[in-house]
């Protein structure tokens, strides 16, 4: 799960793009957990855009959003495995 919610955390592309991928990573056997912390953390967590926002907002408050998106989408993923 912890490797999904990376992977989300430093995708780039439009968040529509996750939902074919996640589906394709599920037909091939992933565990449902892992994809769903890989969609939350793509469509929340940006790494790749950290310095922009960083620049914009502050870095404080940044990281600081960054992080709690990253834990929020490895609790989900806990949450679709106690669900599924």
Request: glycine share 12%; no cysteine.
């Amino acid at each position: 799960m912890l490797s999904g919610g990376l992977l989300g955390a430093v995708a780039m592309g439009p968040p529509v793009a996750a939902f074919p991928l996640a589906g394709s990573l599920l037909d091939a056997g992933a565990w449902p957990p892992a994809v769903a912390a890989f969609i939350v953390a793509w469509v929340s967590v940006g790494i790749i855009s950290l310095p922009f926002e960083a620049e914009t907002f502050g870095f404080r408050f940044a990281l600081t959003r960054n992080l709690i998106t990253f834990l929020a989408a490895l609790l989900i993923g806990l949450l679709i495995g106690v669900w599924v």
